[in-house]
């Protein structure tokens, strides 16, 4: 088993930035890919970004490419999303997600993560 710890979350101002953390535990020699995916009232789970382990890819939705940035730190077996020029749309329960080595046709796709964090709450006042 795989555990998953986000943090970073809370109220920014539209056009502010916040960077999400997310720490893994336990058997993490499993991951291969570690992903964001957010989710609003009402909306479907929406993937965000993600980042193979041990390669040097990355993957982002449309709607956020060029604004947030996922990175990772090996040794700390955390993941990380810096999100900067935040708009109100943007305002979710951000998920950190843990699977294997998933091909780039299959990573937006949150079927293919194995595990899941709790969550932390995104707000953007306007």
């Known amino acids: 088993q795989v555990q998953l710890v986000e943090s970073g979350g809370g109220l920014v101002q539209a056009g502010g930035s916040l960077r999400l953390s997310c720490a893994a535990s336990g058997r993490t020699f499993s991951i291969g890919t570690m992903g964001w995916f957010r989710q609003a009232p009402g909306k479907t789970r929406e993937f965000i970004a993600a980042?193979?382990?041990?390669?040097?890819?990355?993957a982002y939705a449309d709607s956020v490419r060029g604004r947030f940035t996922i990175s990772r730190d090996n040794a700390k077996n955390t993941v990380y999303l810096q999100m900067n020029s935040l708009n109100p749309e943007d305002a979710a329960a951000y998920y950190c997600a843990a699977g294997p080595s998933i091909t780039p046709r299959l990573i937006r796709d949150a079927g293919k993560y194995d595990y899941w964090g709790q969550g932390t709450q995104v707000t953007v006042s306007s």
């Open positions: 980042i193979r382990w041990n390669i040097d890819y990355t």
